[in-house]
């Protein structure tokens, strides 16, 4: 199975400051890279693709980019709203497994 | 729009065998290039993919539940179900239905449905 591994878990931030959580993989995944969030007591919700971008109704603060092992998600400017875990998950092969989980807290 | 709906028993003995419904409303389980999976998490913990089935009945388990795992699909009621046999307290999550295309990222998910094993 492919690894996926989070860094740093929890993270601390304060509104408007600029966010960055890193994705490791234990092996190259290409650009098959997701990435979700998730609030206490809710499904998760897929964010953003690094292959296939940001999905439909979020908001632009939102980014993705690496390739190979190495990915990040960067909130550009972090929101009260934005306090939740982010999971990373690879679409590169089966079983398809995620991060750990990043836990976001705002300041 | 298209919706995912778990439903099953939140409790199950151990060894007996945990069975969950996803329903899909607001558009068909035959659309063709859409996956159906099932994800689990175990309390305060991180996600796991159990595995997705298609419509045709084609199915992709987890190869670490895979001798516990079948997954079916019933398209005249548009709903797909799971069967994990022989549980154990380790078994107890909140399990998720969910959708991708052919590109295996989750696009739509049901709201989860806690599942304890217990005696």
């Known amino acids: 199975d492919i690894q996926m591994t989070q860094f740093p878990s929890p993270l601390s931030a304060s509104v408007g400051d600029r966010v960055t959580i890193t994705c490791r993989a234990s092996q190259n995944i290409n650009k098959y890279l997701n990435w979700y969030q998730q609030k206490p007591g809710k499904a998760p919700r897929l964010l953003i693709s690094v292959f296939y971008g940001l999905q439909s109704g979020v908001p632009s603060r939102f980014s993705a980019g690496g390739s190979g092992t190495d990915f990040t998600l960067t909130i550009s400017s972090l929101q009260p709203e934005d306090s939740a875990t982010y999971y990373c998950q690879q679409s590169y092969r089966a079983p398809f497994t995620f991060g750990q989980g990043t836990r976001l807290e705002i300041k | 729009q298209v919706q995912l709906q778990e439903s099953g028993p939140g409790l199950v003995k151990p060894s007996q065998t945990l069975s969950l419904t996803c329903a899909v409303s607001g558009g068909s389980i035959s659309t063709g290039g859409y996956y159906w999976s099932w994800i689990r998490q175990h309390p305060n913990k991180g996600l796991e993919w159990i595995g997705y089935i298609y419509h045709s009945g084609s199915s992709n388990y987890n190869p670490s539940l895979r001798s516990r795992v079948t997954m079916s699909v019933d398209t005249s009621k548009n709903q797909f179900s799971l069967n994990l046999s022989s549980v154990t307290a380790a078994d107890t999550a909140v399990y998720y239905c969910?959708?991708?295309?052919?590109?295996?990222?989750?696009?739509?998910w049901g709201r989860g449905t806690l599942v304890s094993v217990s005696s």
């Open positions: 969910a959708r991708s295309g052919s590109q295996m990222y989750f696009d739509l």
